[in-house]
């Protein structure tokens, strides 16, 4: 089994920034990839970004250029550096952990709201 715990949500205003980590612990191959999702009240699930053992990030659109995906190979954490935060980066931001034969598992889920 894997283990997530995720930390760092809260209430910002736009233009701030907020930093989200996730811990991971049990069984880890040596090979994965964590990464952050979200979900907007009424809105499907996206990727914002993802990092691989390797160092492959990937992003999506909408936070290219004001997240940056950030990982410690040695402590299995991953952290997501949000700056420039707008409205509509509001919702639940969920770790997650993927690996080749589990496929995805998901942390609870943190919350980030951005209002003024």
């Known amino acids: 089994q894997v283990q997530l715990v995720e930390s760092g949500g809260g209430l910002v205003q736009p233009g701030g920034s907020l930093r989200l980590s996730c811990s991971a612990s049990?069984?880890?191959?040596?090979?994965?990839?964590m990464g952050w999702n979200r979900q907007a009240p009424g809105k499907q699930r996206e990727l914002v970004a993802s990092l691989s053992t390797g160092g492959t990030a990937n992003y999506g659109d909408s936070v290219k250029g004001r997240f940056t995906i950030s990982r410690d190979n040695a402590k299995n954490t991953v952290a997501l550096q949000m700056n420039s935060l707008k409205p509509e980066d509001t919702g639940v931001y969920y770790c997650y952990y993927f690996d080749g034969v589990r496929g995805s598992l998901w942390g609870q889920g943190t919350q980030v709201t951005v209002s003024s």
């Open positions: 049990g069984s880890l191959f040596s090979l994965y990839t």
